[in-house]
């Protein structure tokens, strides 16, 4: 029995992951932290790895434990770890590729139906006492144009859902070989997809290349009273900017990531209409919840039984 430590930034992860690393320390931090006392941690308990869901792994997290040797993320963004100081203290950050696919394409499916026929807010509307059949027109996603911002395991599952229910299916991804798109879906540029949208799905990383991506200039070619789902990350979009369409009318939303999370009492999201939020839960299905812990102890373990070189 190693005496090895593993830091997990979260109270309590799938049991299935815990048996995988059973002969390691679990050293958890629970879901609320400050930065200070992770790294105040980390130099207490020198890990040999973070499993990291909630927190910042920044570069005073990752110099803090000479003994660190790997960061499995639980699950597949990247955009919390310092990949670059990583690199230089050699340490591996490792994405938990694929893990939680499947539940974060349904929830944009779900976000798209839901904004589509504004559901929630009938919902809201109804247990008010209000009858709003008159004059209520739904978006039908049959025939509708859905655009979509990075075709990886995510997106590739929303273009095959939306292909099922008929929509036509354009993709802007600078990295993907057209050949491997179905018939009839259409590889273009960002700012000719954007006009040709009545919903755009967001589906890449956020990285230097991508943050911003969806500015207050590139809001503008979308089509009045576009649908915009963001299961991505907040930071691909002018949070402000989209707040000030919605407002006005021109655009609706459905967003799972923050720039803010947990969202502030005070949040500006609070007061805005033609959107519907959902607490960055896109992965946490029972599949995705297992699929990203045993993915970042599978990392985690196959890391730590590397031999030096
Ligand atoms: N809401 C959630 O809970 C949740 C869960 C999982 C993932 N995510 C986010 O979704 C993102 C995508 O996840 P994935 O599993 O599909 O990753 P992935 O790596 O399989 O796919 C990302 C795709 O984006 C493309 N891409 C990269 N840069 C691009 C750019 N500049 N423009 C257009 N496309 C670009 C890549 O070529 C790739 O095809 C993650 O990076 C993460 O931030 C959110
Ligand atoms: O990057 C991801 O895979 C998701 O954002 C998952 O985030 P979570 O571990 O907080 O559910």
Same mark, same amino acid.
Not at 55 to 60: K, S
Not at 100 to 118: D, F, P, T
Not at 165 to 185: A, F, H, K, N, W
């Given at each position: 029995?190693?005496? %090895?430590?593993?830091?997990?930034?979260?109270?309590?992860?799938?049991?299935?992951?815990?048996?995988?690393?059973?002969?390691?320390?679990?050293?958890?931090?629970?879901? +609320?932290?400050?930065?200070?006392?992770?790294?105040?941690?980390? !130099?207490?308990?020198?890990?040999?790895?973070?499993?990291?869901?909630?927190? &910042? $792994?920044? &570069?005073?997290?990752?110099?803090?434990?000479?003994?660190?040797?790997?960061?499995?993320?639980?699950?597949? =963004?990247?955009?919390? $770890?310092?990949?670059?100081?990583?690199? !230089?203290?050699?340490?591996?950050?490792?994405?938990? $590729?694929?893990?939680?696919?499947?539940?974060?394409?349904?929830?944009?499916?779900?976000?798209?139906?839901?904004?589509?026929?504004?559901?929630?807010?009938?919902?809201?509307?109804?247990?008010?006492?209000?009858?709003?059949?008159?004059?209520?027109?739904g978006l039908e996603l049959s025939g509708a144009t859905l655009g979509i911002v990075g075709c990886g395991s995510i997106g590739a599952r929303v273009m095959r859902?939306?292909?099922?229910?008929?929509?036509?299916?354009?993709?802007?991804?600078?990295?993907?070989?057209?050949?491997?798109?179905?018939? *009839?879906?259409?590889?273009?540029?960002?700012?000719?997809?954007?006009?040709?949208? %009545?919903?755009?799905?967001?589906?890449?990383?956020? %990285?230097?290349?991508?943050?911003?991506?969806?500015?207050?200039? &590139?809001?503008?070619?979308? &089509? +009045?009273?576009?649908?915009?789902?963001?299961?991505?990350?907040? =930071?691909?979009?002018?949070?402000?900017?989209?707040?000030? +369409?919605?407002?006005?009318? !021109?655009?609706?939303?459905?967003?799972?990531?923050?720039?803010?999370?947990?969202?502030?009492?005070?949040?500006?999201?609070?007061?805005?209409?033609?959107?519907?939020?959902?607490?960055?839960?896109?992965?946490?299905?029972?599949? *995705?919840?297992?699929?990203?812990?045993?993915?970042a102890a599978e990392n985690i373990v196959k890391h730590l039984k590397r031999p030096n070189i």
């Amino acid at each position: 029995m190693t005496t %090895d430590t593993i830091v997990v930034t979260e109270a309590k992860i799938h049991p299935d992951a815990v048996a995988l690393l059973a002969g390691y320390r679990l050293v958890y931090t629970g879901a +609320k932290f400050g930065q200070d006392e992770l790294v105040a941690l980390c !130099e207490r308990e020198q890990p040999v790895a973070i499993l990291a869901r909630y927190g &910042r $792994i920044d &570069r005073r997290v990752l110099s803090a434990s000479p003994r660190l040797k790997v960061v499995g993320r639980h699950g597949v =963004g990247m955009d919390a $770890i310092d990949q670059e100081a990583a690199r !230089e203290l050699g340490i591996a950050a490792v994405a938990a $590729i694929g893990s939680n696919s499947q539940a974060v394409a349904e929830h944009a499916l779900g976000l798209m139906l839901a904004c589509a026929r504004r559901i929630p807010w009938l919902d809201r509307r109804m247990h008010d006492g209000h009858w709003d059949k008159a004059g209520y027109i739904g978006l039908e996603l049959s025939g509708a144009t859905l655009g979509i911002v990075g075709c990886g395991s995510i997106g590739a599952r929303v273009m095959r859902f939306a292909l099922a229910i008929g929509m036509q299916v354009r993709v802007c991804d600078p990295y993907i070989e057209p050949s491997t798109l179905p018939p *009839g879906v259409v590889l273009c540029a960002l700012e000719e997809l954007l006009p040709l949208c %009545d919903v755009l799905s967001l589906h890449c990383p956020l %990285d230097d290349a991508t943050r911003g991506l969806l500015d207050e200039r &590139r809001m503008g070619l979308l &089509r +009045k009273n576009a649908i915009v789902i963001n299961t991505a990350r907040a =930071g691909l979009v002018d949070e402000t900017a989209i707040q000030q +369409k919605l407002k006005a009318g !021109e655009l609706q939303l459905g967003m799972d990531c923050f720039a803010v999370e947990p969202m502030a009492e005070d949040s500006p999201w609070l007061e805005t209409p033609n959107a519907v939020l959902t607490p960055h839960i896109g992965g946490t299905t029972d599949g *995705g919840l297992r699929g990203m812990a045993v993915g970042a102890a599978e990392n985690i373990v196959k890391h730590l039984k590397r031999p030096n070189i």
